[in-house]
């Protein structure tokens, strides 16, 4: 069965760092292709951040120097280093896994709020 | 960037009714395009892939169709558990970029 299993949400003053991990089951992380999608209070989807099969990674414009996605094969999971974090970073997080031949699997989610 | 435009914003339907929603992609996005229900505090839920391919558990009155700049779900059989926000998202290029969401409400 596949898994996602997302951690590393909290409480973070503007300017922070966080890191959010995505362990994932079921699946190989390197052989697929992953996203970070967020959603801010009362918002919709946001793509933030997506790495290809190959390491090929691309991210919205508005986290674009801010953020780094990776991944570690030994441990089978996803990670969103986020630095410089700012208030309207505030937001649900979610990994995903997406396969154009048998659809896509979701995270449960991890809260990252931004405040002083 | 491709932008995707949902339409309408919201819908309401009565249980039974047959409901369609509209994504149009700025650019030709072949059959890479995704469907997704969200309910409140929850986590996405995929549809359907591939424009027209049911995920695996989904019921069948889900359905998609379309491909290039114009798709379409359709829910044939309104139900009170179908009360929910869709999202369409393309995957064909980098960044993925989502619609901005159909909310459905039951009348």
């Known amino acids: 069965e596949v898994q996602l299993v997302e951690s590393g949400g909290g409480l973070i003053q503007p300017g922070g760092s966080l890191r959010l991990s995505c362990a994932a089951s079921g699946f190989t992380v390197s052989n697929s292709y992953m996203s970070w999608v967020r959603q801010a209070p009362g918002k919709g989807l946001e793509g933030v951040s997506f790495i290809s099969r190959g390491g090929d990674t691309s991210y919205a414009d508005s986290v674009r120097g801010r953020f780094t996605i990776s991944r570690d094969n030994s441990k089978n999971t996803l990670y969103l280093q986020m630095n410089s974090l700012r208030v309207d970073d505030t937001a649900l997080y979610f990994c995903?896994?997406?396969?154009?031949?048998?659809?896509?699997?979701w995270g449960q989610g991890t809260l990252v709020t931004v405040s002083s | 960037d491709i932008q995707m435009t949902q339409s309408p914003s919201s819908l309401s339907a009565s249980v039974g009714d047959r409901v369609t929603i509209t994504c149009r992609a700025s650019?030709?996005?072949?059959?890479?395009l995704a469907w997704f229900q969200q309910k409140a505090g929850k986590a996405p839920k995929s549809l359907i892939y591939a424009a027209s391919s049911l995920q695996g558990g989904v019921p069948s009155k889900f359905s998609g169709s379309g491909s290039g700049t114009e798709f379409t779900l359709t829910i044939s059989s309104l139900q009170p558990d179908d009360s929910a926000t869709y999202y369409c998202?393309?995957?064909?290029?980098?960044?993925?970029?989502f619609g901005q969401g159909t909310k459905v409400e039951i009348k």
């Open positions: 998202q393309h995957y064909a290029t980098s960044p993925r970029t």
């Open positions: 995903a896994r997406e396969s154009h031949q048998i659809g896509w699997n």
């Open positions: 650019q030709d996005i072949s059959d890479h």
